[in-house]
């Protein structure tokens, strides 16, 4: 989402997560009644408890009655609702607060949701992470930062569109000569192509991209130094000799720090969600109702 | 302009935030040519989009975008996202994915709201009760009419389409502008630390991502918007946009004072982008002060703007049929209007030649000849122009609309028709012959305009000019390096003619493997004869007529055409005396348009269908069904004036209702258009 609402969120959610914090273990927290389906699985279960917690902490807090949008949105309905009265915004807002129209709105049910949930989320100062924590996550999470294996390889290219008939011809002569052309480079054999070199290093799947699922999987198989072909693609019929493989690699931080620093925050506002949650959810007494 | 104060909020904002110049303390500012493991002397194709809104553009913001530029980078890099409309409880209808990913993508979200939907969301903000404010977030709700959304839109980013003398931020901005200004360099931290953060700054230069922004001048509905694309991190500290710089050379100055000529590390450029819906004023032979152009003038607009884009979802600006010469294939997507506030006006406007490249580069050609420099002498980019950060999101047979200036698709239930307006489309890609996929080297690709559009199919295209080459080059195994050694690229000046001899273009072309076979490749010429420009078309590879065609039933392929294509042709009535341009177009045999795709793929029945109904709805602008969309033989521009035309014998009409009768094409030909290689004649 946009980060609209930084500042109010920031004050709110200070307060908002150290209230919690403190409650934990200490007092007792607040009584609430969750009525849920008769067939609700545990998940279905502990989604409308976290949902309940979070709507009784946001009106709690009074949110419900103090939120802007949430104040807005009340008085566009009593407007529509009486749409004679000549009630100024705050008495309208009055009455639909004594109706308790906000306790059963789903738009202010979903904002609170929100205002809530990015209050859980808030990262203070003091949880930002340090150079140290981001090294730990590089190491420890590098299947997220790591880098596609490699190879670099050999390529010689026979055209289908120019050759035409003779092709497949072509294609046996281009084996023999590449049968006795050693070690060295293709350089002026087969067809040119807009990108196409001689020999490159490229990812299994930029050779998808570029030529097909054919060539990406010869150049993935761990065969070194051999010619292999004739491969077909869209464009014609092609030659592939690994020269080298280069292994999936994580790179080191001072290379990636911006990409683990985005990815680290992500994680802290997850786990601060989740660690407020829990705080919440065991100060809370919670009483489970299912329907008949 | 308040620009002390605005230089009071630089500095604050560089002494409390990192955000602000886009640094991290982890990031490597290096990224000196030669650090990726592809590495390639003679360039590698990379495939990038430049051109893509977010939430944080006003106009994607009120048609319900919320995806982020996070989102939009995790798109580009192939991961799926979610599309508006969303349910009352916010849970989205549509996602959307990517074939493949991109290889490069800067976010150009509009300058000039960035400030002011910060303000509107922001409860702490001293703008947040304006009255602005207040209608804003009343047509974020749910079950906002369509026609109020549309009138707070209107009186909001109608702004934009205020004279220069008059631009100014709205009055929720509050007192010298103050709290969208700080609010607009704080959300351009974010963009800028989103684009820092989603760069590979590694040896696998997996994907590259550049900051910038719109700047979204738009004088009586006149568009001159360009994007603005810096080269690294080290960026300017507020995006000017059309409130703080109402004209092209103000924005130019800024750049250059506060970045170019600031230190040796900051670098940017602009592209300008659908100078077709301009009204043909986007290549004026004046300054903004009304004075003929100067020589100082041109040589800032050729060193500020080396690309334009040719094609996006708004139409192709490359040329009008019938215009200036015969060229058949000039009638690619083009939008049937001159600017976008005629959609909403009496008269509908025809198309102005002058808004179109090729008027552009022959008038560019005339300045050159008098003043030394060639102001126009653009090299060629597409882009999509996503109003919902979906970055190449460009198949035909996917199109989700782009929102921006299509229906306001945020609203529920979702309609069962077009996602967007016929004469609409998906845009297109910039391809860049680079040495890397790096910022360094792609943006040099850019800067010495070493480039092509397409519009959409990644179909590779190479092109070079010399004075020598061998007729047999295109068998040549190393044909780039021949060619590149003996001549110049796409975007290159060809250097001094040897003795009567005439330039010689070779040009080499592979299908999109997962696309459409080519058809052929074309050579465009324009020269200056005197004082006159004149454009010819020249085939030199494939076959015109080969016979391939599309079912409009299931959009199946028939007939053959070419995996690749190479030609090489001489020029045979080069003049030396003669300013001249040149440049290709590789088409691909036809396919189904989008809105053929989608009638193909939906279930109507037009054999009983209501056309009063749909007029009803298109009166009271609700979104069309699919019987409306597919069955009226006249579709035309869903334009509120053109409602009530009666298409039946459009010849009968007067032209600016009979413009209201203009029917897409069942079928496109996917093209590339490679930037030009110039000559010039010795002075």
Same mark, same amino acid.
């Given at each position: 989402?946009?980060?609209?609402?930084?500042?109010?969120?920031?004050?709110?959610?200070?307060? *908002?997560?150290?209230?919690?914090?403190?409650?934990?273990?200490?007092?007792?927290?607040?009584?609430?009644?969750?009525?849920?389906?008769?067939?609700?699985?545990?998940?279905?279960?502990?989604?409308?408890?976290?949902?309940?917690?979070?709507?009784?902490?946001?009106?709690?807090?009074?949110?419900?009655?103090?939120?802007?949008?949430?104040?807005?949105?009340?008085?566009?309905?009593?407007?529509?609702?009486?749409?004679?009265?000549?009630?100024?915004?705050?008495?309208?807002?009055?009455?639909?607060?004594?109706?308790?129209?906000?306790?059963?709105?789903?738009?202010?049910?979903?904002?609170?949701?929100?205002?809530?949930?990015?209050?859980?989320? *808030?990262?203070?100062?003091?949880?930002?992470?340090?150079?140290?924590?981001?090294?730990?996550?590089?190491?420890?999470?590098?299947?997220?930062?790591?880098?596609?294996?490699?190879?670099?390889?050999?390529?010689?290219?026979?055209?289908?569109?120019?050759?035409?008939?003779?092709?497949?011809?072509?294609?046996?002569?281009?084996?023999?000569?590449?049968?006795?052309?050693?070690?060295?480079?293709?350089?002026?054999?087969?067809?040119?192509?807009?990108?196409?070199?001689?020999?490159?290093?490229?990812?299994?799947?930029?050779?998808?991209?570029?030529?097909?699922?054919?060539?990406?999987?010869?150049?993935?198989?761990?065969?070194?130094?051999?010619?292999?072909?004739?491969?077909?693609?869209?464009?014609?019929?092609?030659?592939?000799?690994?020269?080298?493989?280069?292994?999936?690699?994580?790179?080191?931080?001072?290379?990636?720090?911006?990409?683990?620093?985005?990815?680290?925050?992500?994680?802290?506002?997850?786990?601060?969600?989740?660690?407020?949650?829990?705080?919440?959810?065991?100060?809370?007494?919670?009483?489970?109702?299912?329907?008949? | 302009?308040?620009?002390?104060?605005?230089?009071?909020?630089?500095?604050?904002?560089?002494?409390?935030?990192?955000?602000?110049?886009?640094?991290?303390?982890?990031?490597?500012?290096?990224?000196?040519?030669?650090?990726?493991?592809?590495?390639?002397?003679?360039?590698?194709?990379?495939?990038?989009?430049?051109?893509?809104?977010?939430?944080?553009?006003?106009?994607?913001?009120?048609?319900?975008?919320?995806?982020?530029?996070?989102?939009?980078?995790?798109?580009?890099?192939?991961?799926?996202?979610?599309?508006?409309?969303?349910?009352?409880?916010?849970?989205?209808?549509?996602?959307?994915?990517?074939?493949?990913?991109?290889?490069?993508?800067?976010?150009?979200?509009?300058?000039?709201?960035?400030?002011?939907?910060?303000?509107?969301?922001?409860?702490?903000?001293?703008?947040?009760?304006?009255?602005?404010?207040?209608?804003?977030?009343?047509?974020?709700?749910?079950?906002?009419?369509?026609?109020?959304?549309?009138?707070?839109?209107?009186?909001?980013?109608?702004?934009?389409?205020?004279?220069?003398?008059?631009?100014?931020?709205?009055?929720?901005?509050?007192?010298?502008?103050?709290?969208?200004?700080?609010?607009?360099?704080?959300?351009?931290?974010?963009?800028?630390?989103?684009?820092?953060?989603?760069?590979?700054?590694?040896?696998?230069?997996?994907?590259?991502?550049?900051?910038?922004?719109?700047?979204?001048?738009?004088?009586?509905?006149?568009?001159?918007?360009?994007?603005?694309?810096?080269?690294?991190?080290?960026?300017?500290?507020?995006?000017?946009?059309?409130?703080?710089?109402?004209?092209?050379?103000?924005?130019?100055?800024?750049?250059?004072?506060?970045?170019?000529?600031?230190?040796?590390?900051?670098?940017?450029?602009?592209?300008?982008?659908?100078?077709?819906?301009?009204?043909?004023?986007?290549?004026?032979?004046?300054?903004?002060?009304?004075?003929?152009?100067?020589?100082?003038?041109?040589?800032?607009?050729?060193?500020?703007?080396?690309?334009?884009?040719?094609?996006?979802?708004?139409?192709?600006?490359?040329?009008?049929?019938?215009?200036?010469?015969?060229?058949?294939?000039?009638?690619?997507?083009?939008?049937?209007?001159?600017?976008?506030?005629?959609?909403?006006?009496?008269?509908?406007?025809?198309?102005?030649?002058?808004?179109?490249?090729?008027?552009?580069?022959?008038?560019?050609?005339?300045?050159?000849?008098?003043?030394?420099?060639?102001?126009?002498?653009?090299?060629?980019?597409?882009?999509?122009?996503?109003?919902?950060?979906?970055?190449?999101?460009?198949?035909?047979?996917?199109?989700?609309?782009?929102?921006?200036?299509?229906?306001?698709?945020?609203?529920?239930?979702?309609?069962?028709?077009?996602?967007?307006?016929?004469?609409?489309?998906?845009?297109?890609?910039?391809?860049?012959?680079?040495?890397?996929?790096?910022?360094?080297?792609?943006?040099?690709?850019?800067?010495?305009?070493?480039?092509?559009?397409?519009?959409?199919?990644?179909?590779?295209?190479? @092109?070079?000019?010399?004075?020598?080459?061998?007729?047999?080059?295109?068998?040549?195994?190393?044909?780039?390096?021949?060619?590149?050694?003996?001549?110049?690229? @796409?975007?290159?000046?060809?250097?001094?003619?040897?003795?009567?001899?005439?330039?010689?273009?070779?040009?080499?072309?592979?299908?999109?493997?997962?696309?459409?076979?080519?058809?052929?490749?074309?050579?465009?010429?324009?020269?200056?004869?005197?004082?006159?420009?004149?454009?010819?078309?020249?085939?030199?590879?494939?076959?015109?007529?080969?016979?391939?065609?599309?079912?409009?039933?299931?959009?199946?392929?028939?007939?053959?055409?070419?995996?690749?294509?190479?030609?090489?042709?001489?020029?045979?009535?080069?003049?030396?005396?003669?300013?001249?341009?040149?440049?290709?177009?590789?088409?691909?045999?036809?396919?189904?348009?989008?809105?053929?795709?989608?009638?193909?793929?939906?279930?109507?029945?037009?054999?009983?269908?209501?056309?009063?109904?749909?007029?009803?709805?298109?009166?009271?602008?609700?979104?069309?069904?699919?019987?409306?969309?597919?069955?009226?033989?006249?579709?035309?521009?869903?334009?509120?004036?053109?409602?009530?035309?009666?298409?039946?014998?459009?010849?009968?009409?007067?032209?600016?209702?009979?413009?209201?009768?203009?029917?897409?094409?069942?079928?496109?030909?996917?093209?590339?258009?490679?930037?030009?290689?110039?000559?010039?004649?010795?002075?």
């Amino acid at each position: 989402m946009l980060r609209p609402l930084i500042h109010f969120f920031l004050i709110g959610g200070l307060l *908002f997560s150290a209230k919690a914090v403190s409650q934990r273990s200490r007092i007792e927290g607040p009584a609430i009644t969750v009525r849920v389906a008769a067939d609700a699985t545990d998940a279905n279960v502990e989604a409308a408890v976290g949902e309940a917690i979070l709507l009784n902490e946001a009106r709690r807090y009074r949110w419900d009655q103090t939120d802007p949008i949430v104040y807005t949105h009340l008085i566009r309905n009593m407007r529509f609702i009486e749409p004679d009265s000549t009630d100024d915004d705050r008495a309208l807002f009055q009455r639909a607060v004594e109706m308790n129209m906000q306790a059963h709105d789903p738009v202010v049910r979903a904002r609170l949701l929100y205002r809530a949930r990015e209050a859980l989320a *808030f990262v203070p100062d003091d949880r930002m992470p340090s150079s140290a924590e981001l090294e730990e996550h590089r190491r420890t999470h590098g299947d997220r930062f790591e880098r596609e294996k490699r190879v670099r390889f050999q390529h010689v290219f026979l055209s289908r569109s120019k050759r035409g008939e003779t092709l497949s011809a072509d294609a046996r002569d281009m084996r023999k000569q590449l049968s006795e052309l050693g070690d060295s480079v293709p350089s002026g054999l087969g067809d040119p192509l807009p990108g196409l070199r001689p020999e490159q290093s490229a990812t299994p799947s930029g050779v998808r991209q570029d030529y097909g699922q054919e060539l990406a999987e010869i150049v993935e198989e761990p065969v070194i130094g051999t010619w292999r072909g004739p491969v077909s693609s869209v464009y014609g019929l092609h030659f592939i000799k690994v020269i080298a493989a280069e292994p999936a690699y994580v790179p080191a931080l001072d290379i990636i720090g911006a990409e683990v620093r985005a990815d680290r925050l992500g994680e802290i506002r997850k786990e601060l969600r989740e660690e407020r949650m829990a705080s919440l959810r065991e100060a809370y007494r919670v009483q489970i109702e299912r329907a008949p | 302009m308040p620009r002390n104060l605005l230089r009071a909020f630089c500095a604050l904002a560089i002494a409390v935030s990192s955000l602000g110049c886009g640094k991290d303390e982890n990031t490597s500012t290096t990224d000196e040519l030669g650090r990726c493991a592809d590495f390639d002397p003679l360039r590698q194709v990379y495939w990038g989009d430049t051109h893509i809104h977010t939430e944080l553009s006003f106009d994607a913001n009120m048609q319900g975008t919320r995806t982020s530029s996070d989102d939009a980078y995790k798109f580009a890099r192939g991961e799926t996202i979610s599309l508006q409309p969303y349910n009352e409880d916010g849970t989205p209808t549509r996602m959307a994915a990517i074939d493949r990913p991109l290889d490069f993508v800067m976010l150009s979200d509009h300058a000039e709201f960035l400030g002011t939907l910060k303000v509107c969301n922001d409860p702490s903000s001293p703008g947040y009760d304006a009255q602005q404010c207040i209608d804003y977030r009343a047509a974020q709700e749910f079950s906002a009419a369509p026609g109020f959304v549309t009138d707070v839109f209107v009186r909001i980013n109608g702004l934009l389409n205020r004279r220069p003398e008059d631009a100014a931020y709205p009055a929720l901005c509050g007192p010298g502008d103050a709290y969208c200004l700080e609010a607009g360099m704080d959300v351009w931290g974010g963009i800028v630390s989103a684009a820092e953060s989603a760069y590979d700054r590694s040896d696998s230069c997996s994907f590259t991502s550049f900051s910038g922004y719109e700047w979204s001048g738009n004088p009586d509905g006149r568009n001159l918007h360009r994007n603005v694309m810096f080269k690294n991190e080290r960026v300017i500290d507020f995006p000017y946009g059309y409130f703080d710089e109402p004209d092209a050379e103000g924005l130019w100055a800024r750049l250059l004072g506060e970045c170019i000529d600031a230190n040796d590390v900051c670098d940017v450029l602009t592209i300008p982008h659908n100078s077709n819906l301009s009204d043909g004023v986007y290549f004026e032979d004046k300054m903004a002060n009304g004075e003929p152009l100067t020589r100082e003038y041109v040589e800032l607009r050729n060193a500020m703007e080396p690309v334009i884009e040719i094609y996006q979802h708004k139409g192709a600006s490359e040329c009008l049929p019938g215009a200036a010469t015969a060229d058949e294939l000039c009638g690619f997507e083009v939008i049937p209007f001159s600017n976008l506030g005629t959609a909403f006006a009496e008269r509908i406007t025809p198309p102005d030649p002058k808004g179109f490249l090729r008027y552009a580069y022959g008038e560019g050609m005339r300045f050159e000849a008098s003043l030394g420099t060639n102001p126009f002498q653009y090299g060629i980019t597409a882009a999509t122009d996503t109003h919902i950060s979906a970055p190449g999101l460009v198949a035909e047979d996917d199109f989700k609309g782009h929102g921006g200036a299509g229906q306001p698709n945020r609203f529920l239930p979702p309609p069962p028709g077009f996602p967007d307006v016929e004469y609409l489309s998906p845009g297109g890609l910039t391809a860049v012959w680079a040495e890397e996929n790096a910022r360094e080297a792609i943006f040099s690709a850019l800067r010495r305009k070493e480039t092509f559009g397409t519009s959409g199919p990644r179909m590779a295209v190479r @092109m070079f000019g010399g004075w020598d080459y061998p007729s047999d080059l295109c068998s040549a195994p190393d044909l780039v390096a021949q060619a590149d050694a003996a001549g110049v690229p @796409m975007g290159g000046t060809l250097g001094p003619q040897p003795a009567s001899s005439a330039p010689i273009f070779v040009v080499s072309a592979m299908q999109d493997s997962t696309s459409v076979p080519l058809q052929r490749i074309q050579i465009v010429k324009g020269w200056l004869d005197g004082d006159d420009y004149q454009v010819q078309v020249f085939e030199i590879a494939g076959d015109a007529n080969n016979g391939a065609s599309v079912d409009l039933d299931t959009c199946e392929l028939q007939g053959e055409g070419f995996s690749d294509l190479c030609g090489i042709w001489q020029d045979p009535d080069f003049d030396p005396g003669q300013r001249a341009y040149y440049y290709a177009r590789v088409l691909e045999n036809p396919s189904c348009r989008w809105t053929t795709w989608q009638c193909a793929a939906a279930a109507y029945d037009c054999t009983d269908w209501d056309y009063a109904a749909c007029v009803e709805r298109k009166q009271n602008r609700l979104p069309s069904d699919y019987t409306c969309d597919c069955c009226d033989p006249a579709a035309g521009l869903n334009l509120p004036f053109c409602v009530d035309v009666d298409c039946t014998d459009p010849g009968l009409l007067p032209d600016a209702q009979e413009r209201c009768c203009h029917q897409v094409e069942p079928t496109i030909q996917e093209r590339a258009w490679t930037s030009p290689i110039w000559y010039q004649p010795p002075s």
